[in-house]
């Protein structure tokens, strides 16, 4: 039987998709596998501050774990290279429940020299997909996508992967 290996990826400890120091957050955890670059699986189960109607997810929040899913999936074979999102196109097709252990699958579908494009699967456990999402973002140097926002100053990078302030 063949071998992989699966990888966690970085997190930013304030992100509001995949922090676990934001208390409004998703705390999704995102796994790869190294025999499957450009796909990622997301993992995240919505909490009642994260509904629309009651019990349903609000389909920003669903916005927000499908952009990063995608984003993300582009990583694994680009870890150098991140992407800000410049296009996102959603379809809500059934209600996400709340309360639930949900999974996005995402894959990228174009690279370019600039942008990359990819789609995803936001799915139930009984399989049941409610929300797909395709989008487009411009890739950027990691240093250029964090600076451009921050007004603390330089920002240095742990091993694995996560900006800091420099100095702290
Ligand atoms: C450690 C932490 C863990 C993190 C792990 C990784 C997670 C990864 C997952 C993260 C996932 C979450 C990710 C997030 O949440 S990212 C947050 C949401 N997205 C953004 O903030 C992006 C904001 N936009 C920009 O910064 C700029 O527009 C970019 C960089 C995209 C281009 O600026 P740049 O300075 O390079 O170019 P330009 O301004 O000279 O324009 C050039 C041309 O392009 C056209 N144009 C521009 N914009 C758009 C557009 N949007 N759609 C269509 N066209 C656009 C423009 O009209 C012009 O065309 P023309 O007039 O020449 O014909």
Request: aromatic share 8%.
């Amino acid at each position: 039987m063949a071998c992989s290996h699966l990888h966690n990826q970085p997190i930013n400890d304030e992100c509001f998709v995949c922090g676990f120091d934001n208390p409004a957050g998703l705390e999704a955890q995102f796994v790869e596998r190294d025999d499957a670059p450009g796909r990622v699986v997301g993992l995240f189960t919505p909490k009642p501050i994260h509904q629309s109607y009651p019990g349903r997810l609000h389909g920003g929040v669903a916005a927000a774990m499908c952009d990063e899913t995608i984003g993300r999936a582009f990583i694994t074979d680009h870890p150098d290279q991140w992407g800000v999102t410049m296009e996102l196109k959603l379809r809500y097709r059934k209600p996400t429940p709340i309360g639930e252990s949900l999974e996005v699958v995402g894959v990228i579908t174009k690279v370019t020299r600039r942008t990359f494009e990819g789609t995803c699967e936001l799915r139930r456990q009984d399989g049941t997909v409610c929300v797909t999402a395709e989008a487009t973002y411009m890739i950027l140097p990691v240093e250029r996508i964090v600076g451009e926002c921050s007004d603390e100053g330089s920002y240095v990078w742990e091993d694995d992967g996560r900006p800091v302030p420099a100095g702290e």
